[in-house]
């Protein structure tokens, strides 16, 4: 897979300095995000196919790679999703060095979600 990503990562490293810098002014405003870790649920492996499997990886990954691309401390805890035996997971984000409260936080989210 690293073939078919390679023409576009100069560009996508270029774009990553304003990408963390904007990330960085959103937490003067908010001490943490908080989002979806997934946008869908995953597919069954039995589901995937060779001409599906890399677009539903970069699907599957696009509100996690973003906050690591930018280098900052993500927490995701499961929580009840109505009518699926699988559940949802909500994503934290917090500002470099803010590990103590993202588990904290988490914790409570956990605790709330039982």
Known sequence: MADMFRPGIDDARRQLAAWRQSLLALFDRVELLALP???????????????????????????LSPFNAAGLPCTAQPVVADGS??????????PAGSEELLLSTAHLVESATR
């Open 85 to 94: 035996a699988v559940p949802a997971s909500l994503q934290l984000v917090g």
């Open 37 to 63: 870790t997934l946008p869908i649920f995953p597919p069954r492996l039995d589901q995937l196919t060779t001409d599906t499997l890399v677009p539903t990886a970069i699907e599957i990954t696009s509100h």
